[in-house]
């Protein structure tokens, strides 16, 4: 049943949140440097005693650690009961969840038009590249998606960057808007919005485009080979109708991918947005690292790991909603 296999999926998840969160605790502490440290001794060095050094940073950064690393993990996961991430180094006096779902609103939008018009776009030639493919058009399509698929991300990114910024320059290199529009429901802004989004959308499109081809045209391939498909072929059934049940068996392994490379470009926005400046969760992540901010680099992994996990879920649900073969084997099982 949906709902069994749900309840199962949730347990593992917060099983490997646990896991994640806990590794990622002791691991993002054992880095050298620390800011607060850095401010208590240099305000130390001016001439302030300990006490009002210790009073200066806690009310800077709107906190102070107090024990050992293990009283502090404990602080840390009984906060995340909570719902409580913390306060962040970076920005003093602001919660770390304020921080991360100011980032996430300018990563979520770009890698979910980028990767879905991957798919629709990789799809449709990917049939087109396994029914052509004894043809110069499939080879064509074909070279295309395998020459794609091998580019990294950032080679992508710094070549989009590099002819539409400085040798076309015709769309901007950072940000996410003009600040000579005012922000709000207006022409000026929201075609401010969109120019500057373009480049990592393309990124994210490019990027996953060559897999999306090359996957639906092996998914083709080997139904087009499927008993049912020369069955439909004897009975005298018109090739369109043909096709459209090709299509259809084909395209379900992919949902799966697709929930889960929605789930894995939260990571991989980590170099798109430094490379474009654009101020989501990959360049919130670096500059965390940067400013050792211990609390948002770990909401940071926790939100990366939570959208992973809840990918993995949704694809498998999902699948299990629109291919009736599984239904059908869980009702026998």
Same mark, same amino acid.
């Given at each position: 049943?949906?709902?069994?296999?749900?309840?199962?999926?949730?347990?593992?998840?917060?099983?490997?949140?646990?896991?994640?969160?806990?590794?990622?605790?002791?691991?993002?502490?054992?880095?050298?440097?620390?800011?607060?440290?850095?401010?208590?001794?240099?305000?130390?060095?001016?001439?302030?005693?300990?006490?009002?050094?210790?009073?200066?940073?806690?009310?800077?950064?709107?906190?102070?650690?107090?024990?050992?690393? $293990?009283?502090?993990?404990?602080?840390?996961?009984?906060?995340?009961?909570?719902?409580?991430?913390?306060?962040?180094?970076?920005?003093?006096?602001?919660?770390?969840?304020?921080?991360?779902?100011?980032?996430?609103? $300018?990563?979520?939008?770009?890698?979910?038009?980028?990767?879905?018009?991957?798919?629709?776009?990789?799809?449709?030639?990917?049939?087109?590249?396994?029914?052509?493919?004894?043809?110069?058009?499939?080879?064509?399509?074909?070279?295309?998606?395998?020459?794609?698929?091998?580019?990294?991300?950032?080679?992508?990114?710094?070549?989009?960057?590099?002819?539409?910024?400085?040798?076309?320059?015709?769309?901007?290199?950072?940000?996410?808007?003009?600040?000579?529009?005012?922000?709000?429901?207006?022409?000026?802004?929201?075609?401010?919005?969109?120019?500057?989004?373009?480049?990592?959308?393309?990124?994210?499109?490019?990027?996953?485009?060559?897999? $999306?081809?090359?996957?639906?045209?092996?998914?083709?391939?080997?139904?087009?080979?499927?008993?049912?498909?020369?069955?439909?072929?004897?009975?005298?059934?018109?090739?369109?109708?043909?096709?459209?049940?090709?299509?259809?068996?084909?395209?379900?392994?992919?949902?799966?991918?697709?929930?889960?490379?929605?789930?894995?470009?939260?990571?991989?926005?980590?170099?798109?947005?430094?490379?474009?400046?654009?101020?989501?969760?990959?360049?919130?992540?670096?500059?965390?690292?940067?400013?050792?901010?211990?609390?948002?680099?770990?909401?940071?992994?926790?939100?990366?790991?939570?959208?992973?996990?809840?990918?993995?879920?949704?694809?498998?649900?999902?699948?299990?909603?629109?291919?009736?073969?599984?239904?059908?084997?869980?009702?026998?099982?």
């Amino acid at each position: 049943m949906i709902a069994r296999k749900l309840a199962g999926h949730l347990a593992r998840g917060l099983v490997m949140v646990l896991i994640v969160t806990t590794v990622s605790f002791f691991v993002i502490r054992s880095i050298p440097g620390d800011p607060m440290a850095a401010k208590y001794e240099k305000l130390v060095e001016q001439g302030m005693s300990p006490e009002a050094a210790q009073q200066s940073v806690e009310v800077l950064y709107g906190f102070a650690p107090t024990g050992g690393m $293990w009283q502090q993990y404990v602080d840390y996961m009984s906060g995340l009961l909570r719902l409580d991430l913390g306060q962040s180094l970076t920005v003093p006096g602001v919660g770390v969840s304020t921080v991360l779902f100011s980032a996430a609103k $300018w990563t979520i939008l770009p890698v979910l038009v980028g990767t879905l018009l991957s798919f629709l776009i990789g799809v449709i030639m990917g049939v087109y590249a396994a029914i052509r493919r004894s043809g110069k058009l499939g080879d064509i399509l074909a070279i295309s998606g395998s020459l794609l698929h091998g580019v990294p991300q950032y080679v992508l990114a710094l070549l989009l960057g590099a002819v539409f910024t400085t040798l076309i320059p015709i769309l901007p290199a950072g940000g996410t808007a003009d600040i000579m529009f005012e922000p709000g429901f207006n022409a000026g802004y929201i075609g401010s919005l969109v120019s500057h989004a373009t480049l990592p959308v393309l990124t994210y499109a490019l990027a996953s485009y060559g897999g $999306w081809i090359l996957a639906m045209k092996s998914s083709v391939v080997t139904v087009l080979g499927d008993d049912f498909i020369l069955a439909a072929e004897l009975r005298g059934l018109k090739r369109g109708f043909i096709f459209r049940y090709v299509a259809r068996n084909a395209i379900l392994p992919l949902f799966t991918i697709l929930a889960l490379s929605l789930g894995l470009l939260f990571g991989g926005a980590i170099f798109i947005e430094r490379i474009f400046n654009y101020p989501g969760l990959g360049l919130m992540l670096i500059n965390s690292i940067t400013e050792r901010d211990y609390a948002l680099m770990g909401g940071a992994f926790l939100l990366i790991t939570g959208a992973i996990i809840i990918a993995n879920i949704a694809a498998d649900l999902f699948y299990t909603v629109i291919d009736p073969r599984v239904r059908s084997g869980e009702g026998a099982a």
